[in-house]
């Protein structure tokens, strides 16, 4: 179960937070309520995502993907990269 506010899909928690934060402002505040980024590794996450984002009007959210260790090579908070297809390896 969710706190209110907050969405619940698949066993997971999304929150959206629209006020504005730097990449490791915004992943400081979900390790905080021990959570993290979210990650839209598949098309169902990505919906819910989408869908957030356009019920409270915001056109740009951080998500848990970056380059941080090697410029162009992305991988998601935990750990895994993503794909030239956009999914996950493992």
């Known amino acids: 179960m969710c706190p209110s506010g907050w969405s619940l899909y698949d066993g997971s928690c999304y929150k959206l937070y629209t006020d504005a934060k730097t990449y490791y402002e915004a992943q400081q505040v979900c390790k905080q309520m021990d959570g993290d980024l979210a990650m839209a590794k598949t098309t169902p996450v990505n ?44």
């Open 47 to 90: 919906d819910l995502l989408a869908r957030l984002l356009t019920s409270e009007g915001v056109n740009a959210a951080l998500l848990g993907l970056h380059d941080l260790a090697t410029e162009q090579a992305f991988y998601w908070v935990d750990g895994t990269a993503l794909t030239a297809a956009g999914s996950t390896s493992h």
